[in-house]
C-alpha cells in the first residue's frame, strides 16, 4: 500500500492542535504552573518578550530588542510551525506536470533513460520546532541568549512514473526526519538609549550541533520504497559554523511603539559532506500598539534574501528538486500580525506570551522550490 497525503495533513493537524492547545493551557494554567520563549531553511532563535522601559516588547520574530537587568534571568519555550504548499519557479506558481516535462537535474543517481528529468515532486512540506533558550543580563545593557531547536520536519511527495513519456501519477509518499537542530550563542549590546529611542547590536555563532545526515523514506520512480539520506531542506541541522550579526533600532512614543532590524547568517566553512547553505540576510520593520499595560498588538514587514546552497552532499541523490543544491534560496516578503500579554494578566506577572502569524506577500525563488504558505509562533517566557 502506498502512503497518502492525510499522513502529512494529519500530522499537520496535530501540530497546529497542539499550538492551540499550549496557548490555551497557558491562560487557564498559568497561575498554578511557571512556564517558560522562532526562520527557514533561515534559524531564527527566540528572545525573551521583556520590557525594558520605556520601550514596548518587540514582536517575536524580531530578535535583539528585549534586555534584561543586571543578574536577571529568563527562561523560554517557543514552539513553531511552517507550512510550505506548491512549487515556484522565479515568481510563478508551477505545476508538478511542468516540472516533470521539463526541469532536469545533475544531482540524480545513474540510471540509463531517465533523461535527467525530475519524476518527483513535493505537493507540500510542513516544519514543525520546539525551541527552548535561556538568557542572562550580564549589565543592563548586555544581554547572553543560548537557545536551541528540536525539529520535526515532513514532506508530502508525488511520484511520477520514469521516463519522459508518461505523466501519470505513480504513487505518493511521506518523507519525515526530526532531530536536534543547531545551538545559538548570541550577545546583545545596546549602545543607545533615550526616553524615545533604543538602538542594539547583536552578534551571534551558531555551532553545527543538528544532524545532517537524518534519512528518510520515500516511494521512487522504480517502484519501490527507497531509504536513504534526507534532501538538504529537510536535515535538522545547517552543520556549518554560522556568525550572525545583527542591529535593531526601536522606538515608542506613548501607546505607540515602532522599530527597524537586520539580522544575517553567515556559514563559515562547509559541512563535513562538502556543502553549506547560502547567506542570509533579513530585515524587518514593525509597528505596535499597546492598548493595556501588558497589552500589545504588533505588525511587521519581513524581507528576507539567501543565495543558494554552495557544494554538494554526494549521498543526497534523486530525482527530486530537494536534491539539487541550486533549488534553494531565494527573496521573500511576508507580513506578520502578532500580540504580546503580560503575566499580571493570569497573576503571574514575571512571564509572558507572544503570539505571530504570518503570511508570504512576495516570492522570487530559486526553483523549482516550495513555496512558502503559512507561519505560526508562540513563545512562553518566565524571567526571574
Known sequence: MLKDKKTTRAASGRKAALLAATALAFVANLSAARAGDVPSPGYSA????????????????????????Q??????????????????IGTNLTNPQYIIQNVHSSHLPPAPGHYGLLRMVPDNFEFFGQSVSAAYGVTKDVTLVVATTYWEKWVNM?????????????????GHTEGI????????????????????LNLGFLLPTGDTTANQTLFVPKGVYSYGRAFYGMQPGWGTFDVMP???????LNQWSWGLAYRGNFPMDNTSAGWRYGALNDITG??????????????????????RIGGFDP?????????NPLFYGGQWVSIFGGMVIGGQYFNVPKANLALEVGLPVYQNLNGPQGA??????????YKF
Open 286 to 307: 514593525w509597528g505596535g500598539y499597546t492598548w493595556l499595560p501588558g497589552l500589545e498588538t504588533t505588525l511587521r514587514l519581513d524581507g528576507m534574501t539567501q543565495g
Open 372 to 381: 512558502r504558505a503559512l507561519q505560526a509562533n508562540m513563545a512562553l517566557t
Open 46 to 69: 527566540p528572545e525573551p518578550v521583556v520590557s525594558l522601559a520605556p520601550q514596548a516588547p518587540a514582536p517575536l520574530g524580531v530578535f535583539g530588542v528585549g534586555l534584561l537587568n
Open 158 to 174: 508525488d511520484t511520477f512514473h520514469p521516463g519522459t513519456g508518461p505523466s501519470a501519477l505513480y504513487g505518493t509518499s511521506t
Open 181 to 200: 537542530g543547531d545551538t545559538l550563542l548570541a550577545g546583545v549590546w545596546r549602545v543607545y538609549h533615550d526616553n524615545m529611542n533604543q538602538l542594539n
Open 246 to 252: 545583527g542591529v535593531a533600532y526601536s522606538g515608542v
Open 71 to 88: 543578574g536577571q534571568w529568563a527562561v523560554s519555550y517557543a514552539p513553531f510551525w511552517t507550512r510550505l504548499a506548491g512549487n515556484m
Open 315 to 323: 549521498a543526497i541523490v534523486g530525482f527530486a528538486q530537494g536534491a
